[in-house]
């Protein structure tokens, strides 16, 4: 049977420029992405790092789990969208009146509302889509090696958890199959429900008493602080760095430099300028050159 | 003669709140660079002593613990299993559980960074634990994707990384086909001949590995019942245990030969210097092996027709898969891992539905799957399964004890009960097809034969059986027919007798032996063609 890393987002080594780039760097690029998300306001420029985040995706090789990720990500950022227009009583723009809402006061539906809660509701896209990319191509045990010489036993929980993922999920789908499978069809009822739960999170203890078994004869109980590993910047570290630096300075620039200035209450204020294309450019280009060099991806 | 490795020295142990002791009064010593196999039937004690060996008794467990350990001069009750990790790698039987990392270059240097060893030692260890266990294509691959003989592997690799002077291994090829099981016992005794390595290797199917063996401990109910070289374990195994004797010294004692054999080739040789082995065996007939089965299309229990099953965005599980079995038919399901034995069995249950082709099927298909602890969700037996049912599987009198407390072979039968309903089910609750994923993985021989007996008792009834194994005995003892499956294709249909003595892999013992002579699978059978051939040396 094919694992059930297939049917969740787990981070796999595929040939890609991000994949090949060192895991400290590729966490500090999607760090920038988030930096870049919460500074920014403007929607077109908020646009335009979603087409970029979009296109990394692909150009990862990822592009079909970001575009599920995607569809996921608009299950919550509607409700979002809806609710702010529901509750921001701040525009002045009223499209339509829901009269006097008793305790909640008059319902009027200001236009500032939705653009103010579609603003919101890309930066929630985006973000979720951020860490999904980050998720996929962040090679996470890389990643938590440099913590463990902080904090070895922390660190090494953190592995933990996310080695044990998959293996849970594959338990509950296993349990669930299991389940499928009696003669009678899988039992039914708040009882039987309450029964299997507690038959998942049994087998999870069992699972953690064999990992732990497995940790102690392996001498982690003794261990020490992991050994500083010294290897060179490749071409893929360094075009890393270099957009996650340049992200950082295009967001910070457009934010001071009015660039991207947007504020929707209590009329919209979108000024766009030739500035806020270029900042839009710069961003796309900014996020998406790295993917342009394809030398020596594949390990 | 040097210091041992391993020394039992009276030791007995009971488990946190039993009375009955797993080990009882076990004393033996290993010496540096020997292979000794740990037989026994469930329950005897094997994984207790494994444990008690590396530390984890009492020191993870609890318990009650009387007597001396030592391993490499270090008294286990002083020295806990971490100090003691540095000397001795265990591997366990599911490596899912062994691996704590999420890639595998980061589960064998972790085990060397645990250790203290400095950045360059990580690197070069990692290199040459991946060389030497053949698995440095798998370096950057994720430890969640990886087939159970991979992941098995990479375990093995992170318990040799520091070049432990023993290996405690527990049952490491229950979950391997054939050919990785082969593969890792080969491995095995290439780390004991070449590094000098001490073995130590619990095993059910002792005819993968007593040829490779130097020694054989074996336990009964705790107790050290003996403690010898191959030959003589068998020797006492005939008289004492016929349940841990090879299907090749098995099929020796029906035939009257002596010495047993503790492998192939050993066997071979023997019967060649008794005149019992042609001297040159012809080569098989390929029009025989690859010959299809043509089915009539009426009365079918299940007909599956061109099934494909391919995963969005990744590769096909099975490629045009086209079977068909009778009612009463019994089949065996061969392949090595990711061969797809388990999704074609998920399909003919229902459980998954093909992205082409069509199933169809005369009634319900029961399906019981690799692990029978899935299946239990309550704390009574009585609770999972109807009373009917729990006396057709031979359980009623253990309706009120917790489905967890039951030994291997009584999961396994609960287990079968809860798919398959009582036999006074109506005619539609009835399965026509009971499908059977690795059943008897962990199993002992016994409780295999009761398994095997029961799935002939079925067939004989009527019901359709599918079995998916990688045990070629156990497929010879249940099976009239067996299908070959390899990258999600039917590769192989034919009478067992044709498949499972034809190969190197997908074969039992006793087809090995006589180079698949007269379709002769079991013991009995071999012995009776051995016994047909001395006579006919006789009579010549």
């Known amino acids: 049977m094919r694992p059930m890393g297939g049917m969740l987002f787990f981070y796999r080594r595929i040939a890609s420029p991000l994949h090949a780039t060192r895991a400290t760097v590729g966490a500090a690029w999607a760090l920038a992405l988030t930096g870049a998300t919460l500074v920014l306001y403007h929607p077109l420029v908020l646009f335009a790092l979603l087409l970029a985040v979009l296109g990394a995706g692909f150009g990862t090789g990822v592009g079909p789990l970001l575009a599920r990720a995607l569809r996921t990500a608009l299950i919550v950022a509607i409700p979002i969208v809806v609710v702010n227009v529901l509750v921001s009583r701040d525009g002045l723009t009223v499209f339509a009146r829901l009269g006097d809402l008793g305790p909640f006061g008059q319902g009027d539906l200001t236009v500032e509302a939705v653009l103010y809660g579609a603003v919101i509701a890309l930066k929630v896209t985006l973000l979720i889509l951020i860490t999904t990319l980050a998720g996929l191509a962040v090679d996470p045990d890389e990643l938590l090696r440099v913590f463990r010489r902080l904090s070895f036993r922390s660190a090494l929980t953190a592995s933990l958890a996310t080695r044990m993922l998959p293996v849970l999920a594959a338990d509950a789908q296993r349990l669930g199959e299991a389940q499928r499978t009696r003669s009678g069809g899988p039992p039914s009822g708040a009882r039987a429900r309450v029964a299997l739960l507690a038959a998942v999170v049994g087998g999870s203890l069992d699972r953690a008493m064999d990992v732990a078994a497995t940790l102690e004869v392996r001498g982690f109980a003794t261990a020490t602080r992991a050994p500083r590993l010294t290897r060179p910047f490749s071409r893929h570290d360094i075009a890393f760095a270099a957009s996650a630096a340049a992200i950082t300075a295009l967001a910070v620039v457009g934010r001071l430099a009015g660039a991207a200035s947007f504020s929707a209450y209590p009329r919209v204020h979108m000024p766009t300028s030739a500035d806020t294309l270029v900042l839009c450019a710069a961003l796309i280009a900014a996020v998406l050159l790295p993917f342009c060099d394809r030398r020596g991806i594949d390990r | ?540």
């Open chain 2, 1 to 540: 003669m040097s210091a041992p490795i391993l020394s039992f020295e009276r030791v007995s142990y009971s488990y946190p709140g039993l009375d009955a002791p797993a080990l009882n009064d076990v004393s033996f010593e290993l010496q540096p660079g020997e292979f000794c196999l740990l037989a026994g039937l469930s329950g005897s004690g094997k994984s207790t002593l494994l444990n008690a060996a590396c530390g984890l008794v009492p020191h993870f467990h609890g318990g009650r613990f009387a007597g001396v350990v030592t391993l490499a001069g270090l008294d286990t009750r002083e020295h806990g299993p971490a100090r003691l990790g540095g000397f001795a790698g265990a591997l366990f039987q599911d490596p899912e559980t062994q691996l704590v990392t999420s890639s595998v270059r980061a589960e064998l240097s972790l085990a060397l960074e645990s250790r203290g060893h400095g950045a360059a030692a990580v690197a070069r260890g990692v290199e040459e634990v991946a060389l030497a266990l053949g698995i440095d294509a798998l370096l950057d691959r994720a430890t969640h994707d990886l087939s159970g003989g991979e992941k098995q592997r990479v375990a093995l690799g992170a318990a040799l990384a520091g070049r432990p002077r023993i290996v405690l291994l527990d049952e490491p090829t229950s979950q391997l086909d054939p050919v990785a099981g082969d593969e890792l016992i080969g491995l095995l005794r290439r780390l004991n001949q070449e590094w000098e390595t001490t073995i130590l290797l619990a095993e059910h199917r002792l005819e993968r590995c007593l040829a490779a063996a130097d020694r054989v401990i074996a336990l009964e109910r705790g107790r050290l019942a003996c403690d010898g070289d191959p030959e003589a374990f068998l020797e006492w195994a005939a008289r004492r245990a016929p349940a841990l004797q090879t299907p090749g010294a098995k099929m020796f004692a029906l035939a009257g030969l002596h010495p047993a054999p503790a492998g192939v080739r050993q066997a071979r040789a023997t019967l060649r210097s008794n005149g019992l082995l042609p001297e040159q065996d012809g080569p098989p007939s390929p029009a025989s092996a690859a010959k299809r089965r043509r089915r009539r299309r009426s009365g079918l229990a299940l007909g599956m027709r061109g099934v494909w099953h391919e995963l969005r965005d990744g590769p096909a599980i099975l490629r045009g898969v086209s079977l068909s079995l009778e009612p009463g038919e019994s089949v065996a399901l061969m392949g090595r891992n990711g061969a797809g034995k388990s999704t074609l069995l998920r399909h003919a249950a229902g459980l998954l539905e093909p992205t082409r082709g069509r199933v169809e099927r005369a009634g319900r298909v029961a399906l019981l799957l690799q692990n029978p602890g899935d299946y239990f969700i309550h704390e009574r037996v009585g609770q999972e399964a109807s009373a009917q049912a729990l006396a057709a599987a031979g359980l009623a009198e253990m309706a009120e004890r917790n489905p967890r407390d039951l030994s291997g072979g009584e999961r396994q039968r609960l287990a079968l009960a809860i798919v398959t309903g009582a036999e006074e089910d109506s005619e539609a609750g009835r399965p026509a097809v009971l499908a059977l994923d690795e059943p008897t993985r962990g199993m002992d021989r016994e409780t295999k034969a009761e398994l095997a007996e029961e799935l002939r008792r079925r067939a004989a009834a009527g019901q359709a059986v599918i079995v998916a194994t990688h045990d070629p005995e156990f497929a010879a003892a249940c099976a009239r027919r067996a299908i070959l499956l390899a990258d999600g294709r039917v590769i192989a249909d034919c009478p067992a007798s044709e498949l499972l003595a034809g190969g190197w892999y997908f074969a039992t013992e006793t087809a090995r032996i006589l180079g698949g002579a007269g379709g002769a699978l079991l013991p009995e059978q071999g012995a009776e063609l051995l016994q047909a051939r001395a006579l006919e040396e006789v009579t010549v």
